[in-house]
């Protein structure tokens, strides 16, 4: 099994930029796909951004394109969510998730291990 923690959530003003993290443990980073999840308040848990075991392949939701990127080091064990130009709209709790399927998964069914969430808030 593979551990999740994401860190780097924050207040931010609207138009600024914000770091996550997602470092994992237990199993090499390498045996999974892995993605970004968010959840503001009174919705419901929606999909971000996924990338490849190899980071060959990503996948991004049509609300953060071309604003958000998303990475991984493997030898580090660890997945990175750069978000620029932020807005209000953005401000949720942040989820990484880990799925053993191939590709770039983008449904919440399909990430069997998830981390506790880093929450991050967009000012207007």
């Known amino acids: 099994q593979v551990q999740l923690v994401e860190s780097g959530g924050g207040l931010v003003q609207a138009g600024g930029s914000l770091r996550l993290s997602c470092a994992a443990s237990g199993r090499t980073l390498s045996s999974y796909a892995m993605g970004w999840f968010r959840q503001a308040p009174g919705k419901e848990r929606e999909f971000v951004v996924g990338i490849s075991r190899s980071a060959g392949s990503t996948f991004y939701a049509d609300s953060v394109k071309g604003r958000f990127s998303i990475s991984r080091d493997n030898t580090q064990n660890t997945v990175y969510l750069q978000m620029n130009s932020l807005k209000s709209e953005d401000t949720a709790l942040y989820y990484c998730?880990?799925?053993?399927?191939?590709?770039?998964?983008?449904?919440?069914?399909?990430?069997?291990?998830w981390g506790q969430g880093t929450q991050v808030t967009v000012s207007s």
């Open positions: 998730a880990a799925s053993q399927r191939f590709g770039v998964p983008a449904s919440i069914s399909s990430y069997g291990y």
